[in-house]
């Protein structure tokens, strides 16, 4: 179901609260994202699937993320809408379908 709504939210353009828990902190972070993919990494060699997100909350570095779905503790599906063209200047190759 989490993952029917994330690609729903990919195509809709809505914005997303996640908590997760970060390899990297150590921690449980709470971040406002704009989902951006769902599948295998093209980075990352391991064949397993994630959610890649574009963090707004992010506060030096880059802003995306990539979580894999075991390191998520919660989904917030936000009413607020992002813009794509604010943050993809690349030529995308999308996993998940869109008209976007």
């Known amino acids: 179901m989490l993952l029917q709504e ?9 914005k997303i609260r996640v908590t997760f828990y970060s390899k990297k902190d150590q921690e449980e972070l709470t971040r406002v ?3 951006m ?3 295998q990494s093209r980075v990352y060699k391991d064949g397993k699937d994630r959610f ?4 707004y909350d992010s506060d030096a570095g880059a802003h995306t993320l990539s979580i894999l779905p075991e390191q ?13 063209s ?3 200047t690349w030529k995308p190759n999308w996993i998940v379908s869109r008209d976007w």
């Open 6 to 14: 994330f690609i729903s939210a990919i195509r809709s353009k809505n």
């Open 33 to 35: 994202c704009a989902p």
């Open 37 to 39: 993919d769902y599948g």
């Open 52 to 55: 890649f997100l574009w963090d």
């Open 72 to 84: 998520v503790i919660n989904m917030q599906f936000l009413e607020e809408c992002f813009e794509p």
């Open 86 to 88: 604010g943050f993809v």
